[in-house]
C-alpha cells in the first residue's frame, strides 16, 4: 500500500511539472498570437490606407489625363494658326516683292521716258502705298505668328510638365501597387501565422486540459488512497461487529421474508378466489378459469387501473358495474348465463367486446372541461388496455369527474344535465337532476 502511495505521489509531481510546462507553453502562444493579430491589423489598415492612396492617384491621374487631351488638342489649334499665319506671311511677302519689283519697272520707265510722268508718279505712288500697306500687313502676320509661336511654346511646355506628372503618377501608382503586393502576401503570411498559432494554441490548450484531468484523476487516486489509509484500521474494526450485525440482520430479513410470502400467499388465494364479489361473479369467472376459457376476459375492476386520487370517485361512478364481466363474443356471454342459470348460481352482467360500443361527450359538452375545478373525462383519467376502450367508454364515457361538489354544479349546469358527473369524495350527479352523495362506509 504504501509503495502505491508513493508512486502515486511521483506521478503526481511530474503531472504537475507537465501541466506547468504545458501553461508555460501556452502563455507563450497566446503572447505570440496577439502580436501577430496586432500586427495583421496594423498590415490591413496600411493596406487600406494604400487602396484609398491608390484610389485617390488613380482619380488624379485621370484628371491629369483628360487635362493633357484638351492641351494637345489647344496645342493642336495653335499649331494649325501659326501654319495659317506663317501662309499668310508667305503670301504677303510674295505679294511685297511683286510690288516691288512692279515699283522698281516704274521707276526704270520713269527714268527712261520723260514722258508721261505725271501718270508714272501716280502708279509709282500707288505702288509703294500698296507695298507700304502689304508691308504693315506682314508686319501684322509676323507678329500674329510670333504669338501663337509663343503660345504654341507655351502649350508644349504645359504639355511635357502633364506628361512629366502622369509618368511619375504611373510610377508612384506602380511603386503603390507593388507595395500593396507585398503587403498582401505580408497579410497572407500573417494569417497562416495565425492559422498555425490557433492550432497550436489549441493543441496546447488540450494538452493542458488532459494533463488537469489527469492530474486531478491523480489527486483523486491519492485522495482515495489516502481515505483507504484512513479507513483501514477503522474497517478493520468494525468489520466484525459488522458480520454480527449482517447476521442479525439476515435473520430477520429471512423472518420478514416468511412473513412476506405468508402474506402473499394469502392475497392470491383472495385473487384467484375473487373474495368480495358477488357469488355468481366468483361462480362464472372460476368456471372459466377452470375449463380455460378464453372467451371469457375478467371483470371490469381488474382491467382497469385508476390513479389511488380517483379510487373513491371511480368506486361511486362505476359502482357495481365494477363486477361486470368482459366477454369476447355474446354467445361467450350466453355460455356463462346458461351455466349460471342451469346450475342455479345467480345472475351476472356480462359485457361482450363484439356488441359494446362505447359513448361519449360531444364536441359541445366537452366545453365543459376547461371550467374551473372540471378534471376531466373519467374513462380519459384511468388506464385499460385499448381493446377494452368501448367497454370502458360506455361506462365512463359519459361521466366529468370534479374537484367538489361546488364545482359539479357549476359544471352540470352549464352542461344542461347531459351527462353524469362524480366528485373525488364520491358525490354523484346524475343526468336527469338526482344527485347522491354523503359518507361512504369503509
Known amino acids: ?34 502580436e501577430a493579430t496586432a500586427e495583421r491589423d496594423a498590415q490591413e489598415k496600411t493596406v487600406e490606407n494604400l487602396q484609398r492612396t491608390l484610389a485617390q492617384a488613380h482619380d488624379a491621374l485621370l484628371q491629369k489625363t483628360n487635362l493633357l487631351h484638351a492641351a494637345r488638342e489647344k496645342a493642336a ?34 527714268a527712261q521716258s520723260g514722258g508721261g510722268l505725271a501718270e508714272a508718279e501716280a502708279q509709282r505712288v500707288q505702288a509703294q502705298s500698296a507695298l507700304a500697306m502689304r508691308g504693315d500687313e506682314l508686319a501684322a502676320a509676323n507678329q500674329n505668328a510670333q504669338m501663337w509661336e509663343d503660345k504654341l511654346s507655351a502649350h508644349k511646355s504645359a504639355i511635357m510638365d502633364r506628361l512629366n506628372r502622369a509618368a511619375n503618377m504611373r510610377a508612384a501608382q506602380a511603386r503603390q501597387l507593388t507595395m500593396q503586393s507585398q503587403m498582401t502576401s505580408r497579410r497572407q503570411e500573417i494569417d497562416q501565422q495565425l492559422s498555425d498559432l490557433t492550432g497550436r494554441e489549441e493543441t496546447l490548450a488540450q494538452a493542458l486540459q488532459g494533463a488537469e484531468q489527469s ?28 458480520i454480527l450485525q449482517k447476521q442479525k440482520e439476515t435473520q430477520e430479513a ?30 362464472a369467472l372460476a368456471r372459466a378459469r377452470r375449463d380455460g376459457d378464453k372467451g371469457i376476459h375478467d371483470v371490469v375492476a381488474m382491467l382497469l387501473t385508476v390513479p389511488k386520487e380517483l379510487e373513491t370517485a371511480m368506486d361511486m361512478a362505476l359502482g357495481g358495474a365494477m363486477q ?38 360531444d364536441a359541445r359538452e366537452r366545453a365543459v372541461l376547461s371550467l374551473p375545478g372540471c378534471l376531466g373525462v373519467a374513462s380519459e383519467l384511468c388506464s385499460f388496455d385499448p381493446k377494452y376502450r368501448d367497454v370502458m367508454e360506455s361506462l ?39 344527485m347522491t352523495g354523503g359518507s361512504i362506509q369503509q
Open 324 to 361: 361486470n364481466i368482459v366477454t369476447q363474443t355474446e354467445q361467450d356471454a350466453k355460455r356463462m348465463i346458461d351455466y349460471l342459470r342451469d346450475n342455479r348460481l345467480g345472475r351476472a352482467t356480462f359485457l361482450p367486446l363484439s356488441t359494446v360500443r362505447g359513448r361519449t361527450l
Open 215 to 242: 492530474l486531478q484523476g491523480e489527486t483523486l487516486r491519492q485522495q482515495a488512497l489516502q481515505k483507504e489509509a484512513a479507513d483501514f484500521e477503522q474497517t478493520t474494526k468494525t468489520l466484525l461487529d459488522g
Open 396 to 434: 365512463l364515457g359519459r361521466t366529468v369527474v370534479a374537484e367538489d361538489l361546488e364545482s359539479g354544479i357549476r359544471i352540470m349546469r352549464e352542461g344542461r344535465h347531459a351527462f353524469r358527473l362524480v366528485t373525488l369524495k364520491g358525490d354523484v350527479m346524475h343526468s336527469g337532476g338526482s
Open 77 to 110: 489649334a495653335a499649331e494649325n494658326r501659326v501654319h495659317s499665319g506663317e501662309e499668310t506671311a508667305q503670301r504677303l511677302t510674295a505679294e511685297g516683292d511683286a510690288l516691288g519689283a512692279r515699283l522698281k519697272l516704274i521707276e526704270a520707265t520713269i
Open 1 to 34: 500500500f504504501l509503495l502505491r502511495y508513493d508512486r502515486l505521489t511521483q506521478r503526481q509531481a511530474t503531472m504537475e511539472q507537465a501541466m506547468l510546462a504545458v501553461c508555460d507553453a501556452l502563455t507563450e502562444a497566446g503572447v505570440q498570437l496577439a
Open 254 to 283: 429471512a423472518q420478514q421474508r416468511k412473513a412476506v410470502d405468508a402474506r402473499l400467499h394469502t392475497l392470491r388465494e383472495l385473487q384467484e378466489g375473487y373474495e368480495g364479489y358477488q357469488y355468481p361473479v366468483k361462480s
